[in-house]
């Protein structure tokens, strides 16, 4: 009698040990695919933070090309100013010479 109890309670045993096993099984399944998506996950971050970066570095980029062509007009524009003030100028000394003679 108590030896069919002990194998029945060997059986138990056995059982919750092979169920235990499994479930240790699945966590530790479960535990790689997370980390797996982790990685990944982190691989992507990565990859976006270097994206953000290259995007901010030309968006300076562009806006310095920009300061620059906006001082180059601004200079060009005095540059025509005074090219039409000496031209305005010069009719004036001509208009002038042409009363004279």
Known sequence: LQLGKREEELAQSLMR???EGAGKAQTQKALREL???LAELQEDLEAEKNARAKADKQKRDLNEEL???K???L???DSTAAQQ???TK???ELATLKKTT
């Open 90 to 92: 010069r009719e004036q």
């Open 85 to 87: 003030e000496l031209r």
């Open 67 to 69: 300061e620059a062509l």
């Open 71 to 73: 001082n180059e007009l």
């Open 17 to 19: 040990i092979d169920e």
């Open 75 to 77: 200079d060009s524009l």
């Open 35 to 37: 980390e797996s998506q």
